[in-house]
């Protein structure tokens, strides 16, 4: 006995697909705030052009993980989907 139809799991996992790459797109808009407000600090203050950029960066690094997450739980909503 099949207890969800085979259509119904599909346009769920594409659902689910086009919530997770969501992830990536709100990744985006915050690395692009953070990025405009390190060169607002750059400008009032620009002896400490260094700190703010090493600590950008590595802020930047750590928030694209969640993005790549939200990419690789799509791609195997899509491709590889374990409820099929």
Excluded at 2 to 19: D, I, N
Excluded at 30 to 59: C, D, H, N, W, Y
């Amino acid at each position: 006995m099949e207890l969800l139809p085979l259509e119904l799991v599909m346009a769920f996992s594409a659902l689910g697909a086009g919530v997770a790459v969501c992830a990536g797109l709100c990744t985006a808009i915050g690395q692009g705030f953070v990025a405009g407000k390190t060169v607002e600090g750059i400008a009032r203050q620009p002896e400490a052009r260094g700190s703010l950029m090493s600590t950008m960066l590595i802020g930047c690094a750590i928030s694209e993980t969640s993005g790549i997450y939200g990419l690789v739980i799509a791609l195997i909503l899509l491709f590889a989907n374990p409820f099929m």
